[in-house]
């Protein structure tokens, strides 16, 4: 699948590693920060995901790893 995104991550910062690339163009859709509890960075629209669609990735686990992260944060 080629990216819907025009902008992208160009040079990935220090104890960030690539989690996703789209697999047509290879452009960066997910980082992850290692070494920190929680922090995730992509690109994503939830909004064109329609419930049940096969055409695109399943986006519940990136759902239920955030929301788990988040019911476990502590302030």
């Known amino acids: 699948m080629i990216s819907i995104h025009h902008q992208a ?3 990935l910062g220090k104890g960030l590693r690539v ?9 960066l ?3 992850r920060l290692e070494g ?9 629209h939830p909004e064109f995901h329609p419930p049940g669609s ?3 990735l399943d986006c519940n686990p990136i759902l ?11 302030w």
């Open 9 to 11: 991550i160009k040079a």
């Open 19 to 27: 989690e996703a690339r789209s697999a047509e163009d290879g452009l």
């Open 29 to 31: 859709e997910a980082i």
């Open 36 to 44: 920190k509890p929680y922090v995730l960075g992509l690109q994503w």
């Open 54 to 56: 096969t055409d695109l």
């Open 64 to 74: 239920d790893e955030f929301l788990s992260a988040a019911r476990g944060w502590r």
